[in-house]
């Protein structure tokens, strides 16, 4: 499975951005796409997730409201739309996939249970 992630840049607080993420390679286990973030010096959080099979998603309480996460399985794509961005998001954002269903996992939030990542898009809020 490959994950490449598109989208990132620098935007103002308040500003919106999409961002993408191409996956290829997927299997039939594979059936759980997240997004992640990461700032420096802190550990990697997971914002949303997004079951392949149902479209049920997952958010954490920070971006609620203001992320959606979607797919277009026709073209491979899971797409996450930030609006309403704050200097807190600045972060590098990665989107991964995991061997199982979102809810199979402990948390589809956690990071520890998706096992193929991309390289990540910078997302900077000023």
């Known amino acids: 499975v490959q994950l490449v992630e598109s989208g990132g840049g620098s935007v103002q607080a308040g500003g919106s951005l999409s961002l993408s993420c191409e996956v290829s390679g997927i299997t039939e286990g594979t059936n759980c796409i997240g997004w992640f973030r990461q700032a420096p010096g802190k550990e990697r959080e997971g914002v949303a997730a997004?079951?392949?099979?149902?479209?049920?998603?997952y958010y954490a309480d920070s971006v609620k409201g203001r992320f959606t996460i979607s797919q277009d399985n026709a073209k491979n794509m899971v797409y996450l739309q930030v609006n309403s961005v704050k200097p807190e998001d600045t972060a590098m954002y990665y989107c991964?996939?995991?061997?199982?269903?979102?809810?199979?996992?402990?948390?589809?939030?956690?990071?520890?249970?998706?096992?193929?990542w991309g390289q990540g898009t910078q997302v900077t809020v000023s």
């Open positions: 997004i079951m392949i099979l149902g479209a049920t998603t």
């Open positions: 991964a996939a995991a061997p199982a269903r979102c809810d199979w996992l402990v948390s589809p939030l956690a990071p520890a249970g998706y096992i193929f």
